[in-house]
């Protein structure tokens, strides 16, 4: 038995990198490991997770964001800076007593920002007995488009190793210098039981968009998309909420059968509902929805937004890849999606979760406190 410790920005929203954390998290002690979840802060919306493994949030209040103010020609907007550093220090502490309190074992970290409060708090005299495992769920071009890049080069040298979600995403991370880059896949979120319940759903007719409503999720781009296909007979459907919601709504108002739905803490029956789902994000890693609607067999029109996503969907027969951030390409790809044939067998996922936590424990093998 190994005690492992799990953490992630938060633990209680119902985004991809929660539901990996649960999931993996559940297989674990499902195996015998002592497991423990921890998130760095509280969120205002709250989902509950059925566990069998101890839960932790180690910051008392929800983090308060820099925002800019007016005058100051985007300037970062200091008046909670006091409040960011008193909750920081108190993560930290509270982390690191944790694993005072538990001798040793090895964290897992599913986020930047996680793996830094994770360092902090780690001592010197714990490096030993508490390796760390980084994980990274957005692609490389992602990364590189942005500071994570940075971020992660600072912070993945202090990893035993640092997990990525595909081959190619690896291979680009080594050139960048991180050589401790690993291939780690996502389990599959959605439980034998929740599978074979949603494959019996009678399948509908709908477009469905399921995930954030925002812009690297692209509905935006989907919307456009609806515009040029001029539907009389189907209807899209959001499912979800974000920062863009207000907007959508705003500008579905001059288009036919668009409906917002308020996002569910099991996404599966509407998936496997739907006549096809369209992933249209600018930015991804390998998105639970498409690893969910490839399980369930359900048609799936997916914007070429990463490596991970190549490597999903190679060779399904039921999968219409696009071209990234083009509404008339997308357009084009639920035409195509609507005539695919629903009966082919459905062969994903091509491992298992069983075989995700073996993997996992190979990892744990080789790290340094057990070699």
Not at 4 to 15: D, F, H, S
Not at 39 to 67: C, E, F, Q
Not at 134 to 141: D, E, I, L, R, T
Request: proline fraction near 6%; charge should be neutral.
């Amino acid at each position: 038995m190994t005690t492992i410790v799990l953490c992630a920005n938060n633990i209680q929203e119902l985004g991809g990198a929660q539901k990996v954390v649960h999931t993996l998290a559940k297989g674990f002690a499902d195996r015998g490991h002592d497991v423990h979840v921890v998130g760095i802060t509280p969120v205002d919306d709250r989902h509950p997770y059925a566990t069998n493994y101890s839960t932790k949030t180690l910051m008392d209040s929800v983090w308060p964001l820099r925002t800019p103010t007016n005058g100051d020609k985007g300037n970062k907007d200091h008046t909670n800076k006091e409040l960011r550093e008193t909750l920081r220090g108190a993560a930290v502490s509270k982390l690191r007593t944790l694993l005072n309190s538990l001798e040793s074992g090895v964290i897992i970290s599913a986020q930047l920002w996680a793996l830094e409060i994770v360092l902090d708090a780690r001592t010197e005299t714990q490096r030993n007995s508490w390796p760390i495992f980084g994980q990274y769920h957005g692609s490389f071009a992602a990364a590189a488009s942005g500071r994570d890049i940075l971020r992660a080069q600072k912070l993945a040298p202090a990893c035993e190793y640092f997990t990525v979600l595909s081959d190619e995403d690896r291979d680009a991370f080594a050139l960048a210098g991180l050589t401790n880059a690993r291939v780690m896949p996502n389990p599959l979120t959605i439980s034998s039981t929740q599978l074979s319940e949603a494959r019996s759903a009678v399948r509908g007719d709908s477009i469905n968009f399921v995930g954030r409503l925002s812009e690297e999720k692209g509905p935006d781009l989907l919307l456009e998309a609806w515009a040029l296909l001029k539907e009389q007979n189907r209807k899209l459907i959001f499912t979800g909420t974000g920062p863009l919601q207000e907007s959508l709504r705003t500008r579905a108002q001059n288009l036919l059968n668009v409906e917002f739905h308020l996002p569910v803490p099991d996404p599966a029956p509407v998936i496997a509902r739907s006549g096809v789902v369209v992933i249209p994000s600018r930015t991804e890693g390998a998105p639970l929805v498409l690893a969910e609607a490839l399980a369930l067999g359900t048609p799936v029109v997916v914007a070429d937004a990463s490596s991970g996503i190549r490597s999903m969907v190679h060779g399904n027969p039921r999968v219409v890849v696009v071209e990234r951030e083009n509404p008339a390409a997308l357009a084009e790809g639920i035409k195509r999606a609507l005539a695919l044939d629903v009966n082919a067998p459905v062969n994903y996922p091509p491992i298992s979760n069983q075989e995700i936590y073996e993997r996992w424990e190979s990892l744990f093998k080789g790290a340094s406190w057990l070699g």
